[in-house]
C-alpha cells in the first residue's frame, strides 16, 4: 500500500487554488496539502517539510511556474511536479523540466486521481532506480542518512524597484559587480541592485561558472565574447553586458579557465543552460 502523498499546490488565483486544494484533499492517495498563493511563498513553504509532489499553475505575476519548476528540479530531492494550466501550448516546456503530468484546467475528479497515481508511479520508480540528481552534483556519503530537500535559493533573486518586484534568473546574468553590502547584477537588458554580498554568490554560483576576476567581480564563463586590452594595457573581459575589469592576479587563470571551457564546449550561453551546474 502506498503511503499518502505530502502535497504542495501552489496557484495565484484564490478560487483556482481552493478548487484545486479541495480535490486533492478529496483524493485516496493524498494524505496532507499545503497551499502557497504565488512561487515566491512556495520557496519559502518548501524547506519547511518534506513534499512528494507538487501541483503548480503556471501563469503567475514575477517567477512563472515554468521557471519554479525548474528551481524544484535542482533541489537535492526534488518532488514530482504536475502542472495545472488553461494554456496547452506550455506542455512540452514543462516535460522538458520532468513534470510526471499536466492538467488543463477546469479539472475534474477522475483527471486529478490519473494524476496522483502517476506520483504514486514516478515515487514507487525513484525509489527502486534511485533519486534523480543534478548533473555534477556530488553523490552523499554512504552514511550520510536520508537527503534533506534543498531549494536553490538563489538560481532567482527579488529585485526590488519603486515598490514593485521582479526576478532575475542566474542563467540571465553576464557578470556581477560588488557595491559594499550590495552586488549589481549585469544582464543584456539593464542592471540590478540587489542587497546580497559578493562572497555569497560566489560561494552559491561557483558551481554554474561564476568565477572570481577581480576583487569586486564575479565573471559568468560562458558570456565571455572575448578578452581585451584596455588603455592603459590592463585586461578586460568582453560580454554583451559590458566589459569586466581583470586584475592581473587572475589573468592568466581565466585564460586557462576560458581555454578549457572552449575545449569542452561549455562557452554557448544555451547549451551552458542545458547542462545545468558542474
Known amino acids: 500500500m502506498n503511503d499518502p502523498l505530502r502535497v504542495l499546490a501552489v496557484d495565484d488565483v484564490a ?6 486544494c479541495a480535490l ?15 512561487a515566491v511563498e512556495a520557496l519559502r513553504v518548501l524547506p519547511t517539510g518534506r513534499f512528494d509532489a ?11 511556474g515554468l521557471e519554479l519548476g525548474g528551481v524544484l528540479a535542482a533541489m537535492a530531492t526534488p518532488p514530482e511536479v504536475v502542472f495545472v494550466t488553461a494554456f496547452e501550448e506550455h506542455a512540452i516546456a514543462a516535460y522538458g523540466l520532468g513534470a510526471v503530468d499536466y492538467l488543463l484546467k477546469p479539472v475534474g475528479p477522475d483527471r ?5 497515481a502517476r506520483v504514486q508511479r514516478a515515487r514507487a520508480g525513484r525509489t527502486v532506480n534511485g533519486p534523480r540528481t543534478v548533473p555534477g552534483a556530488p553523490l552523499p556519503p554512504a552514511d550520510a542518512g536520508p537527503p534533506v530537500p534543498r531549494v536553490d535559493e538563489l ?7 519603486a515598490g514593485r518586484t521582479r526576478f532575475v534568473r542566474r542563467e540571465d546574468v553576464r557578470f556581477v559587480e ?5 552586488v549589481r547584477l549585469h544582464t543584456p537588458s539593464g542592471s540590478h541592485l540587489v542587497r546580497i554580498p559578493l562572497s555569497r554568490l560566489e560561494e552559491h554560483w561557483d558551481a554554474y561558472r561564476f568565477v572570481r576576476v577581480h576583487r569586486s567581480f564575479l565573471l559568468h564563463l560562458p558570456a565571455v565574447l572575448e578578452l581585451r586590452s584596455d588603455a592603459g594595457g590592463g585586461l578586460l573581459a568582453h560580454t554583451d553586458a559590458g566589459d569586466v575589469p581583470v586584475s592581473r592576479r587572475h589573468a592568466r587563470e581565466l585564460r586557462e579557465q576560458l581555454l578549457a571551457a572552449a575545449t569542452a564546449g561549455a562557452l554557448d550561453p544555451d547549451r551552458e543552460r542545458e547542462r545545468g551546474p558542474r
Open 54 to 64: 507538487v501541483f503548480l499553475d503556471i501563469t503567475m505575476p514575477g517567477m512563472d
Open 24 to 38: 486533492l484533499a478529496d483524493a485516496a492517495d493524498v494524505g496532507e496539502v499545503t497551499r502557497a498563493a504565488d
Open 178 to 182: 560588488a557595491h559594499g553590502d550590495y
Open 112 to 116: 486529478l486521481a490519473e494524476a496522483v
Open 155 to 161: 538560481a532567482v533573486l527579488p529585485v526590488e524597484l
Open 15 to 20: 478560487p483556482a487554488l481552493d478548487e484545486i
